[in-house]
């Protein structure tokens, strides 16, 4: 068995004296670059995507729905939308729960002309979602000011801290209006 042993010892030699860190390190990038490039052309059905995207635009031709980004009360929106999540603009989707802090936003209602305090609440206890990512940050503010910052994960203070989507509540009128 000592023979075995230094046959590979002589060929460890010889692979450690002709090679060295930094050029493993590029062999093993450009074989991730390479597979980069080669794995967008495997197949795919994307079928569904192009159905959902296309039901979805022809939604989008009149006015923005609370699915679309541009939906009013979502002017200060950072994550996913509970409405594309199995909830709707200000309900939770069911396994979830609304976080006990929130950041809060002024929109513009362009349909009464008024303005509106939203409460964006994310909901947590599931993955995140993943569908309908909207982040418009509108009016945001430094994280120093955390009442007025959304890049912070609100499900902090709950009792799971993942985050799954974000729901954008109508709390009254910022006009002072009653």
Known sequence: ?????NFFERKTRTVAQQSSRRG?????GKLMVGTAF??????????AQAAAGAAHKA???????DEDCEYWRYCAQDGYLCSCCGGSSSTCPPG???SKVSWIGTCHNP????????SYNDCCGKTACGRCLCNTNERERPAYRMGVHNDINWCMAN???MFHC??????GLADGEG
């Open 24 to 28: 493993a390190l590029i062999r093993i």
């Open 166 to 171: 974000t729901l954008a509540a109508v709390v």
């Open 111 to 118: 349909e009464d002309g008024k303005n509106y305090l939203i």
């Open 59 to 65: 939604a989008a031709a009149g006015k923005p729905g």
């Open 96 to 98: 979830t729960t609304p």
């Open 38 to 47: 080669v794995l967008p052309v495997l197949p795919f059905d994307r079928s």
């Open 159 to 161: 009792d799971s801290t």
């Open 1 to 5: 068995m000592k023979w075995l042993d």
